[in-house]
Structure formats: C-alpha cells, structure tokens
C-alpha cells in the first residue's frame, strides 16, 4: 500500500506513470473517519497475492495531508466531493475509473469486478 503523503511527484504524475501497466486502488478518506482506510488496507493485506495477479496497486490518501494540487485533481478528474468520509476509485491500466466505492470493498467484489474487464480476460489468457 502507497501513500501519497510523502511523495515527492504529484498525484497525476504518479497515476501517469501507472498507467498502461498497473491497475490502481485510489483509496480517500477524512481524518475523523480513518476507520474506513485501516478497514479497506487491512482487508486487502490478506489478500496481497490477489493484488499482484492483478496488477493492483492501492494508494491510500488521506484528507489532511493531501496537497491542494492533488484535491484539485481529484475534485476536477475524479469528482471528489472533499466532504466525503470514505471513497475508492478502481482506475484500470487505460486510466480510466471502472468503479467508485463509497464504502469499503470486499476483495472478493473488488476481484470479481476486476476479472470482468476484458484487459484482464486478455491476460488470464496469456498466464
């Protein structure tokens, strides 16, 4: 799990990098609701094999120490509402968002929604 909070590269230049290479669980919460972040990481730690397979990377941010360049992305590209306690974007390697979660996700849904993609029929193929 990444966390933003000490990177030097803005939060667009580091999904830039990821694309077309890497799947990419962005993961945001509010300070006083941090519950919701350590419930989602820890869910996604008994699963780490899972998220190799897949090519998923899970970036964590937390609303305090986001920077204002990187909420104003998010609030732009990603339509954040900054008042939020809990939301999850699930960014395929094209960049694109495939799914928005407002609560946690069980690996199981997450994994299932992942297997639909036809990128990742195509890789299964290929393992």
Known sequence: MESTANQQKSLRAILSEKKDHRRVLLLYGRDDVQHYLIEQQEALNEVRDGLDERDLDVI?????LLQEPDRQFLMHDYKLVPSEDFIG????????????YMKPVSPKDLFDTIDSMPMRKQEQKHE
């Open 89 to 100: 974007w699930l960014i395929g390697k094209d960049g694109g968002v495939k799914q928005t």
């Open 60 to 64: 964590v941010i937390v609303a305090s």
